[in-house]
């Protein structure tokens, strides 16, 4: 009865836990990264929204692991650094990593697609293009630089506009841990708990 | 406290999984009947204490509670943080599957020391606050020292990170210290039986 009631007592403390909000707050260092125009802009955050201030930020190419720049995060946890030349002219897929120290390691994924915008390579190969057929048809010109101008002004304002929806999934995909999982998490110790009585169950009935 | 994945080298790693599955086998092993539905308890109370954030200090801390487990189960918390460490992975992403090893014994190690270290104190009523203080202080301050000793063995200086690492987990101690010495003088004047006190051969 004892055990039962401990139970009970244990179950109500963690539920009061998890309603108080400040008190829930975790352990993990979130990061998201995205792009507005020229500059790669980043925020990190412990699960909890506190920020790690002046903590290393590792930018490398995600194929080979190897280190292109690194950079800190500032009190407010963002950071922010210039599309590096030799990963817009190789098209590197970005893994930016965040170290905080004590152990704590954060990272994200910015594939090449996304802050390069597919439109300006295309653009790029297309007016390569051009260049070499242009003394042969000179009007096409003019278009394709218009074309090309419009791209980016279109481009630079959907960042500017999407910039807020992409912070705002990459934070909803970090929700701390939820009431399912902490009371899930002390159903299974308590389940594991009557699978080793168990087994200890019937080794004693054996002798 | 936990340390993330892919920042530990593999012999790190390794060692530690060994040293994890070694003494959760003794720990299970010592395990006695009665005692299981305690040792459960005492693992849903860490698994959920890693939730209760400190926000003091420099860094993002939380309870840890290995003081407490270490004096109340002595074997038996390696197992108990063993499952309590992997359902924090599965379900709150802290730390990590490959890492488990590593994090059970840096938790789970000076829990036990803190168990011989302070066992024929909490014997004495007279010292039991105080072995309930140094035994939540106690086993946080070492298993910060072992959480820098596995990052310092991976890659960066022992010294500079142990300094960081003890300096964030100061408030946590002396919260632990705390919550431990309180915890054991209420159990020891409710449920003497739960500390085992006065049992010459500790089952566990």
């Known amino acids: 009865m004892s055990i039962l009631k401990k139970c009970i007592t244990l179950c109500l403390l963690a539920s009061v836990f998890c309603f108080l909000p400040s008190v829930s707050q975790a352990h993990k260092v979130r990061i998201f990264a995205y792009a507005e125009g020229n500059t790669i802009i980043g925020e990190t955050a412990f699960s909890g929204g506190r920020a790690p201030k002046g903590s290393e930020i590792i930018v490398q190419d995600a194929a080979s692991a190897r280190t292109l720049l690194t950079s800190r995060t500032d009190d407010q946890g963002e950071f922010r650094f210039p599309i590096p030349e030799e990963a817009r002219h190789g098209h590197l897929d970005l893994r930016i990593i965040i170290n905080v120290g004590e152990g704590h390691r954060g990272e994200w994924l910015l594939e090449a697609a996304e802050y390069l915008g597919d439109g300006e390579s295309e653009s790029e190969s297309t007016s390569d293009q051009l260049t070499e057929v242009a003394p042969a048809s000179m009007t096409t010109k003019p278009i394709s630089t218009n074309e090309e101008l419009i791209r980016r002004v279109v481009e630079e304002a959907m960042d500017k506009k999407l910039s807020p929806i992409k912070r705002l999934l990459a934070q909803s995909q970090d929700k701390g841990p939820s009431l399912q999982d902490i009371l899930g998490g002390i159903g299974y110790i308590l389940g594991l708990a009557g699978i080793i009585a168990y087994i200890k169950s019937t080794k004693g009935e054996k002798k | ?204």
């Open chain 2, 1 to 204: 406290m936990h340390i993330s994945e892919g920042i530990l080298s593999a012999p790190v790693l390794i060692s530690g999984g060994a040293l994890t599955a070694m003494a959760t086998a003794i720990g299970l092993k010592r395990l006695n009947y009665d005692r299981i539905m305690g040792v459960a308890i005492l693992a849903a109370t860490f698994f959920v204490a890693s939730l209760i954030h400190v926000p003091l200090g420099p860094g993002s801390v939380h309870l840890v509670l290995n003081g407490l487990l270490g004096v109340v189960l002595g074997w038996a918390s390696f197992p108990a943080i063993l499952i309590a460490l992997l359902l924090q992975a599965i379900f709150f992403q802290y730390g990590g599957i490959v890492v488990l090893g590593v994090n059970t014994f840096n938790m789970a190690a000076p829990a036990l020391l803190c168990f011989y270290l302070l066992r024929p104190w909490l014997e004495r009523p007279k010292y039991r606050p105080v072995a309930g203080f140094i035994g939540g202080f106690l086993s946080v301050f070492l298993a910060s020292l072992l959480m820098a000793l596995a990052l310092a063995l991976s890659d960066s200086g022992f010294l500079a990170t142990a300094k960081i690492v003890v300096a964030a987990h100061l408030p946590v101690m002396i919260i632990e210290g705390f919550i431990t010495m309180f915890t054991v003088t209420f159990l020891a004047r409710v449920k003497p039986e739960i500390l085992q006190l006065g049992v010459k051969e500790c089952r566990y």
